[in-house]
């Protein structure tokens, strides 16, 4: 049950008229407590200030005007680390592994002792036992790199009670997480808060399913940072804050008819020719089966959802068909007319598909201009190594309007938000228009806004009869009404027409 702070009791953590010198600056300074067995959810739009307020709490910014003060057990050099934890959105794609490569996940041949296993940072003696339905026995061996997104956030939760930490951070802790395993991860943080006293402060741009863990939201909207209550926080959440309009998607139409009059970055498909054909394909890492006989096609015109638990097998299918897993070339796959292994180039390949997923999120970390980025997807490169032509930047420039992104033109890369980043490679994905678009969680950490913007922009594509989708997503109102196919990817489950 939440604690109502007495009129004796100091918070815990105080901020006083504090303003952070910050990359991002809020409009007014900051005034905030958080007092003992209050849990917060911070909910703002991207590029809002909710990482910049989440780093603040933790004092990791030095103070512009104003005081933080953190009333916690300890020493100074102490007090934080000792009893604060963030997971920051980044961290949960392994951190920002710059140089090492997008297909490392597929490449585990290459994998080495070098690269750390779950066991060697994860101590399952130190974790609670009411936490036994982690169900991280079996994952002790792995290779953290190895690990799908469910895995994955399970040992990050896991790494994070073993700190002991009193207050924990956590950004959007139910990305990339499947029903069951966003139902687990519910259940955990209440059990953590019940049994052990942790107090939780959750950054979100999507609210998520369970509000009751919550007393307090922590609306962040304009610049400014207000506390309410859980209930009239959620009244101040305005609807209409989310809502667009036709003006909006307005070019979208254009956009897509003038790049699909560019032959050079417009390769097409003939309607109901196979573009895809998987025949009996198994895929094995060590003594695990990811894909077993799977038997599968796809034909241009078709949309087709990819859904499946994590760990079923879906990235790694979509890294077959792009190319970026050496095992193809053991397997009957035929990928726009070529078998794998007969002397097709990988770039013969993915000059067919525009292509965002998890994997690519992490390891594009690069401190380019924004346009540069999306201008990238035109040559299938991670980063911009050709110098391109007038028609190139002009296409670029259409599909930044289209994406909202205008305003971030010349701007590093690195110093958008999370939820823009995933934006701008969203544009890089579509600027070539190409037969196949393949959006793995396409809206991970976006807002309602940018959220239903997107969603329109695919629509709208996939308006084009010839154009093929492949979309993975683990919410059903994800996916666009154009779907014609579903691949079930999960043990129980069949494909379905």
Known sequence: MIQEPTLQESPLVELQNYLPRAPFQFAEPINLKLFRGENWLV???????????????????????????HNLPGNDWNRITSNMAHLSFNSQYGGSD???????????????????KVKDVLSLSKLPGCFSHLKLENLMERYIISLSSGEFRRFQIAQMLCTGARIIIIENPYIGLDEQNRAIVAELLQELVKISGVQ????????????????????IEDG???????????????????????????????????CASDAEHNPSAECGKELLKLQNVSIRYSNRTILKDLSWSLKAGEKWALTGRNGSGKSTLLSLICADNPQAYSCNITLFGRKRGTGESIWDIKRNIGYLSPEMYKSYRKPLPVENIVASGLFDTI?????????????VERWMELFNLSRFRGTNYMHLSDGWQRMVLLARAFVKNPPLLILDEPFHGLDN???????????????QPEKSLIMVSHYKQDFPKSITH????????????
Not at 102 to 109: F, K, L, S
Not at 200 to 206: G, K, P, Q, T, Y
Not at 486 to 493: K, R, V, Y
């Open 43 to 69: 909910y703002g739009l991207n590029g809002s200030g909710k990482s910049i307020l989440a780093k603040t709490l933790m004092k990791s910014y030095q103070s512009l005007c104003g005081t933080i003060t």
């Open 98 to 116: 710059e140089g090492m490569c997008y297909q490392m996940r597929w490449n585990q041949g290459l994998l080495d002792d070098s690269l750390p």
């Open 200 to 219: 939780l402060i959750l950054l979100e741009s999507r609210l998520p399913e369970n509000l009751s863990l919550f007393s307090h939201i922590v609306l």
């Open 224 to 258: 400014r940072v207000a506390k309410y209550p859980l209930n009239e926080g959620l009244a101040a959440i305005k609807t209409t804050a989310v809502e667009t309009t036709a003006k909006d998607y307005s070019t979208a139409h254009s956009v897509i008819a003038e």
């Open 383 to 395: 980063g911009l190594y050709v110098e391109p032509k007038e028609e190139h930047l002009q296409r």
């Open 449 to 463: 806004k940018n959220r239903t913007l997107a969603a329109e922009i695919i629509e709208s594509w996939c308006r």
């Open 486 to 497: 579903t691949l079930n990817l999960s043990p129980e489950a069949e494909f379905a027409h």
